[in-house]
């Protein structure tokens, strides 16, 4: 499980055990992806897109990689 946040709105919630997450949006947004060992991933979204995010490891040499994917619905 991984946290998602959207700073500016006050919004933060976790993936499920399938990596998977939506986020209740009414306007584009700054999203922030963050997971142990891994890269934090920020992208800016917008209400309705549908994104699938790929962490990448922090270690050099470890090219482990899981993605998940995300909704994000207009309020």
Not at 7 to 15: C, E, N, V
Not at 35 to 59: F, K, M, N, R
Request: charged share 20%.
């Amino acid at each position: 499980m991984h946290l998602c946040k959207l700073q500016k709105l006050a919004l933060q919630t976790q993936s499920d055990e399938n990596g998977s997450f939506v986020l209740d949006i009414f306007s584009p947004a700054l999203l922030t992806v963050s997971a142990d060992s891994y890269q934090t991933y920020v992208a800016e979204v917008s209400p309705g897109e549908v994104i699938t995010i790929t962490l990448v490891s922090e270690e050099i040499d470890d090219l482990d990689q899981f993605s998940e994917s995300m909704s994000l619905i207009p309020e």
